[in-house]
């Protein structure tokens, strides 16, 4: 073996880095050493606060699975397909039926009467539903709030009663004086006609002054009771376009005589309302009643329908003498009247009738310039025409009774 320095030296280098790298692969098993002990206690703690926060979960899950099923309102979920994927106890109750894995629309909307009352339904038991749906994300699904407003519906009625029956009472006095002025002038007209000197046409006179003034008690007493009764919703569907059409074929003649123009503008768009066609017919001709009697000989009535986003706008514009500001929030109270001849129930039927059907009533008059009674009635989703934008002038209409609010 070579034993030279030159070797011994080399041999005493490579043996040196050797020793050096021997070291620093030692440090580094320890190193690593110590970090894998580092991360297992870091995993631990991690697995430990995974295991805390599945813990929690489930009994968050447990807690609203409890509430859920004490909820006294129904919860429906609907998967992507309208299947119902889960129902709480108290939705199975309202419907009397499980109802998990039926088609939502098919077997059980289906077997629902929809109410003039948007998102609210009657059952087959009787009981009315109110339906909220929302979406689920992500998972295109829905899921539907129910609640049984029976109660409530009821206690709104008896409470609307109420109040029609305390303006009854409040207007006592009132509806004496308009009873007792036309029975007194009949009563004074019949008197006249047991004169034997009365003529044949001073007889036919009084006589047509007589039953005019009986016909007036007569109208006032059936607005009185209709008042009282108020105007109970039909189920019926109204189509829009029919229902402007009949009133058209009946006040036109009638303006024609009075040399009253009339105008009719019909952008309902195939819209269909629910309720009593017996009831919108008749406020609508109350309202178109009294703008003929606002108005004058050449003067003009119009009657617009304008359809858009699940609501239908009437609107009854005359050019008569119009009504002080100060008076218009007074036209809807009962017996408030500013004719000599009115019987102060008319608007206040016509406002009872648009909110038992969901809808609201809006006035905008100035003495001179005529007035404009704006009703604004829910379409029935389940038969209503396309929802089109508002028309220009339906958008200035609401623009100014905003400004005006």
Do not use: C
Request: glycine residues 10%.
């Amino acid at each position: 073996m070579d034993s030279t320095p030159g070797n011994k030296k080399q041999l005493e280098e490579a043996f040196s880095i050797f020793m050096q790298a021997s070291d620093h692969l030692s440090h580094a098993y320890q190193e690593l050493q110590q970090r894998v002990e580092q991360l297992t206690g870091e995993l631990a703690v991690a697995n430990g606060e995974l295991r805390s926060q599945l813990m929690e979960k489930e009994a968050l899950s447990e807690r609203l699975g409890l509430i859920l099923t004490a909820l006294p309102g129904g919860v429906v979920v609907l998967d992507a397909a309208g299947k119902v994927a889960e129902a709480n106890p108290a939705s199975i109750q309202m419907f009397g039926k499980d109802v998990v894995g039926r088609n939502w629309l098919e077997s059980i909307e289906s077997g629902l009467t929809q109410t003039s009352t948007p998102g609210e339904w009657l059952s087959g038991e009787g009981r009315r539903l109110s339906i909220v749906k929302s979406g689920l994300g992500a998972s295109d699904g829905q899921i539907l709030m129910i609640q049984d407003v029976t109660d409530a519906h009821n206690m709104k009625m008896q409470f609307q009663r109420n109040q029609r029956l305390s303006a009854m009472g409040e207007m006592a006095a009132s509806l004496a004086h308009q009873l007792r002025t036309p029975l007194a002038t009949a009563m004074l007209y019949t008197a006249h006609l047991g004169k034997e000197e009365l003529s044949r046409e001073e007889r036919a006179k009084f006589a047509e002054k007589s039953l005019a003034r009986l016909h007036h008690l007569e109208q006032l007493i059936k607005d009185m009771l209709l008042f009282v009764k108020g105007e109970t919703v039909g189920n019926e569907d109204i189509p829009v376009s029919s229902l402007l059409l009949e009133l058209q074929q009946v006040m036109e003649p009638q303006l024609k005589e009075r040399g009253i123009l009339f105008g009719f503008h019909d952008d309902s768009h195939g819209a269909v309302l629910k309720g009593s066609r017996k009831a919108l017919s008749g406020a609508l001709l109350n309202l178109l009643e009294n703008a003929m009697q606002a108005s004058s000989h050449g003067g003009k009535i119009d009657l617009f329908a304008h359809s858009a986003e699940g609501k239908i706008l009437i609107s009854v514009k005359d050019e008569g003498r119009g009504v002080a500001r100060d008076l218009q929030e007074r036209l809807f109270e009962p017996f408030f009247t500013t004719r000599q001849e009115g019987t102060g129930l008319g608007l206040a039927i016509v406002r009872t009738v648009v909110q038992s059907h969901g809808g609201a009533i809006r006035v905008k008059s100035a003495p001179g310039s005529g007035s404009e009674f704006l009703l604004e009635l829910p379409v029935n989703p389940a038969v209503g025409g396309p929802q089109e934008q508002w028309n220009k002038r339906a958008s200035d209409l609401l623009r100014i009774e905003l400004a005006d609010e």
